[in-house]
């Protein structure tokens, strides 16, 4: 009997560390997303300025760089509370008086929720300035001989 309550401690913990791991892997893609959309802004902002000549006026609070620095930020505090809620189940199961805690769930969720409520008006608005006109070629200075 011994042995099969040391089997079912040893699952308990490594279904812990794979929970750990799922909130790694999380972790880091919200970290490579908001990497990616903070360098994509800059580069779909730059692109548009080269190919107008007018500077591409941004919010100064609603942009995809500040949504980016805010994914990483994100990710880098669950990598944290991941480690944390880890080590706290860790020794519950030690103990033998594990309790499940939604609480973590639910943030996680409504944060990840927001994030996405956010990118929508990045992803919808449309930035209505003016073109520019297409660049003429200037006459050559340089005289040829026919």
Do not use: C
Not at 15 to 20: C, G, I, K, V
Not at 117 to 146: C, G, Y
Request: aromatic share 12%.
């Amino acid at each position: 009997m011994v042995k099969k309550a040391e089997v079912d401690r040893q699952r308990e913990h490594q279904a812990n560390e794979r929970t750990f791991l799922a909130w790694l892997r999380t972790s880091i893609a919200l970290i490579g997303f908001g990497f990616a959309i903070a360098r994509f802004g800059l580069f779909i902002r730059q692109l548009q300025a080269t190919v107008t000549q007018h500077p591409v006026a941004t919010h100064p609070i609603f942009n995809s760089e500040n949504l980016g620095v805010s994914l990483v930020i994100f990710g880098i505090i669950a990598i944290a509370l991941a480690a944390w809620r880890y080590n706290q189940v860790f020794w519950q199961i030690e103990r033998g008086d594990y309790r499940p805690n939604r609480l973590l769930v639910w943030i996680m969720t409504g944060v990840v929720i927001l994030f996405g409520l956010l990118s929508l008006p990045l992803l919808l608005w449309r930035n209505n300035t003016p073109t520019a006109a297409p660049i003429k070629p200037q006459k050559s200075k340089i005289n040829f001989p026919d």
